[in-house]
């Protein structure tokens, strides 16, 4: 079974500032998607960012970047210039390629962007 | 906004009660998921849906039951609620068309069985 593992449950970083929020994971699968999601106080849950396994560029959304380490099952999330709005829990995700979808999540990071 | 609304968006319910939750989507995609979020769990699978009428278990299926008897509709059903399943639940939807592609989610429902 995939299991998602977030070791910092809570983290700070100043306004304007850089973060890097860990996420490991473990599976058999070679085919595999990996995301980040980002849930606000409003309790919404927002997509940041995906990556395919077989892709060895790391994705990139403006501010947001991760850094994929396949060999070591690592999948990083940085903030660059953070924001207040990004103050929020993020979550990171993993889905098996030829599932039916299943989403298996880790148990979040809590983010405090201070001014 | 991928157009998934889901009702009640609070509910208080006594143990024992019958409870359903509903997830409605505007734009007939396939592929629809039912998650619960806990306190140190994160966000766990209950049911899924790949068309109408075909559903499946996820992780935490036990108490639950779905049913999809059309594109848009996607209902959980608590049959007599605990309150262990005092929860906030989350319908998701995949937006594409294939089946590994992002969910999205619906804002939430936020369910409290006394």
């Known amino acids: 079974a995939q299991t998602v593992t977030q070791s910092q449950p809570e983290m700070s970083v100043q306004e304007a500032e850089t973060v890097t929020l860990s996420c490991t994971y473990d599976?058999?699968?070679?085919?595999?998607?990996l995301f980040w999601y980002k849930q606000p106080p409003s309790r919404q849950m927002i997509l940041v960012i995906r990556q395919e396994a077989y892709k060895q560029q790391n994705a990139t959304e403006n501010r947001f970047s991760v850094n994929f380490q396949k060999a070591a099952k690592s999948f990083s999330l940085k903030i660059s210039d953070s924001q207040l709005g990004d103050t929020a829990m993020y979550f990171c995700a993993f889905m098996k390629g030829g599932s039916q979808g299943n989403l298996i999540f880790g148990k979040g990071t809590k983010l405090s962007v201070k001014p | 906004d991928a157009g998934i609304t889901q009702s009640p968006r609070h509910k208080v319910t006594e143990t024992g009660t019958p409870v359903t939750l509903r997830c409605h989507q505007t734009?007939?995609?396939?592929?629809m998921y039912w998650y619960r979020q806990d306190p140190g769990h994160g966000l766990r699978l209950i049911h899924y849906?790949?068309?109408?009428?075909?559903?499946d278990k996820g992780e935490v299926s036990d108490g639950y039951s779905v049913s999809r008897s059309k594109t848009e509709d996607f209902l959980l059903t608590l049959e007599s609620a605990t309150s262990s399943q005092t929860s906030v639940y989350f319908c998701?939807?995949?937006?594409?068309?294939?089946?590994?592609?992002?969910?999205?989610f619906g804002p939430g429902t936020r369910l409290t069985v006394l």
């Open positions: 599976t058999s699968e070679s085919n595999y998607y």
């Open positions: 734009e007939n995609h396939r592929y």
């Open positions: 998701a939807i995949s937006v594409s068309g294939r089946v590994t592609d992002t969910q999205y």
């Open positions: 849906s790949y068309g109408v009428k075909d559903t």
